[in-house]
């Protein structure tokens, strides 16, 4: 089978993949982003390229990167008419919209009755210092938009609302959510179509529990009821291939942090032995 991988051509996750997809015997190719391109109209009707991308049986987006608004749409509605063509896409672009919009992805986490904390979202710096007030005087503010621990802070003294309400002044989004008290680890659960792998992270010395924040993996079996949880939030973005984020909590539940659509996993391979992008390619030509 043909399949385009769509990232950064340097990257670890592509190599794996190549590697993966050689090893099952297929025909990978990798695609950077700004080498896509669309064209309409004439006897050729609507095209896109490379040759390599229309030509792939399976597109497996494996980056998402940061860019100017026109691109970021560009990049989507191409990914949506390429799936438009029959061509399966993973994940699909409507699901990969979803998934980057913390809040419409967490609404609808929500709207199927998963727990989740408490969120405000608002406009305005007003909005912001009452927004606070409301989630108890201690929260995190998170970007919208964002990965890997970036731009997340805890807003636990009226001094960091007032900077974090200046920044929101400048035109962008304040997203609020209560801060969970917890013991200082959280579960990533990794779903590939039917497969789950998992670890928990543990924070060091930083509250926040990212790897790239410097947080230790370690091995770990979720209950299966937090298995499920995954999969209903992953079933409510729409999602194949799932990067589920669950906090424990000290009153003995557990909360949906976010939904990754496009997850990583060099730090959950070191701790569970499993090659993760085999499964990837095997759910990637899959019959559907």
Same mark, same amino acid.
């Given at each position: 089978m043909r399949l385009? !991988? !769509?990232?950064? &051509?340097? =990257?670890?996750?592509? @190599? @794996? !993949?190549?590697r993966a997809a050689v090893g099952r015997g297929h025909e990978p190719s990798i695609v950077a982003w700004p080498?896509?391109?669309?064209?309409? =109209?004439? *006897?050729? =009707? %609507?095209?896109?390229g490379p040759p390599e991308l229309a030509a792939a049986d399976t597109v497996i987006v494996r980056t998402m990167p940061a860019g100017s608004l026109e %691109?970021?749409?560009?990049?989507? #509605?191409?990914?949506?008419?390429?799936?438009? *063509?029959?061509t399966?896409?993973?994940?699909? &672009?409507?699901?990969? %919209?979803?998934?980057?919009?913390?809040y419409l992805s967490l609404a609808r986490i929500s709207a199927a009755g998963l727990p989740v904390p408490r969120t405000v979202v608002v406009q305005r710096p007003d909005d912001l210092q009452a927004a606070w007030e409301m989630l108890g005087g201690d929260a995190v503010s998170? &970007?919208?938009?964002?990965?890997?621990g970036r731009g997340i802070e805890r807003l636990d003294s009226a001094a960091a609302v007032d900077t974090a309400a200046a920044t929101l002044a400048e035109g962008r989004i304040g997203y609020l959510q209560e801060f969970v /008290?917890? #013991? =200082?680890? #959280?579960?990533r659960i990794l779903l590939v179509g039917d497969r789950v792998f998992a670890m928990r992270r543990i924070a060091t010395g930083d509250w926040r529990m990212n790897l790239a924040r410097g947080a230790r993996p370690e091995p770990f079996a979720p209950p299966t009821e937090w298995v499920q949880l995954a999969r209903g939030a992953a079933s409510a973005v729409g999602t %194949?291939?799932?990067?589920? #984020?669950?906090? /424990?909590?000290?009153?003995?539940?557990?909360?949906? !942090?976010?939904?990754?659509?496009? /997850?990583?996993w060099r730090g959950l391979q070191t701790v569970c032995g499993d090659d993760i992008a085999t499964a990837v390619i095997d759910l990637a030509v899959q019959p559907t």
């Open positions: 385009a !991988l !769509l990232g950064d &051509p340097h =990257g670890w996750h592509l @190599q @794996q !993949l190549v080498t896509v391109t669309a064209s309409l =109209g004439g *006897t050729a =009707g %609507e095209h896109h %691109e970021v749409i560009l990049r989507m #509605d191409i990914l949506g008419r390429i799936a438009a *063509t029959g399966r896409v993973i994940n699909h &672009p409507r699901s990969l %919209e979803v998934a980057i919009d913390k998170k &970007p919208l938009f964002g990965s890997r /008290p917890h #013991d =200082g680890w #959280d579960v %194949e291939v799932a990067g589920v #984020d669950l906090l /424990p909590t000290h009153a003995g539940g557990v909360v949906v !942090l976010e939904v990754n659509g496009v /997850p990583g």
